[in-house]
């Protein structure tokens, strides 16, 4: 292994949707300075300090499907561009494409289940728990949920 190799600082791809989940995530912002890496989010009307942003939608938008292809489309351009080692998402569906990706590429996913969930599970969390390389609840009450789930404490 070449000394370059050995110095290359991980890339991070700190990817939410907004809201909730979107301010959960900025408090991983450290990691950014420590480490080469940048945020994705969706564009809303609020100004969001992300390097790239993606089209808004949830599951219950009759245009999920078109806006889930035309996310995907920038995910990848921004994988081949960016070229992250790791994928770090506090959910929801702007983080789906991202997760594909991570699984195809083999690189490290770490799902972080949202604060605003302490009783019950979610479909993201559900979802993604299955390829996690890291599977954090922000609740001790969530663990239960998750066959891969450790306690890490809130992030607020």
């Known amino acids: ?3 370059k190799q050995r110095k290359k600082k991980p890339k991070i791809c700190l990817v939410s949707s907004s809201g ?11 990691l950014i300075r420590k480490y080469d890496g940048f945020f ?16 808004q939608t949830d599951l219950k938008d009759k ?4 806006k889930m292809l035309i996310n995907g489309l920038k995910a990848l351009k921004i994988w081949i561009k960016e070229k992250p080692d790791f994928i770090v998402t506090t959910g ?9 990706l991570a699984i195809i590429m083999h690189k490290k996913f770490i799902f972080i289940e949202t604060f605003g969930r302490a009783d019950m599970p979610t479909v993201a969390g559900k979802m993604m728990e299955k390829h996690s390389d890291l599977f954090i609840v922000q609740w001790e009450s969530q663990v239960k949920h998750y066959k891969k789930a450790i306690y890490g404490g809130c992030l607020y």
């Open 20 to 30: 909730g989940h979107w301010e959960q995530l900025q408090k991983l912002e450290p």
């Open 63 to 66: 245009f999920m499907f078109p």
């Open 92 to 100: 929801t569906m702007v983080a789906y494409p991202f997760y594909l």
């Open 40 to 55: 994705v989010t969706e564009k809303t009307k609020f100004e969001a300090n992300a390097r790239y942003l993606m089209i």
């Open 1 to 3: 292994m070449s000394k």
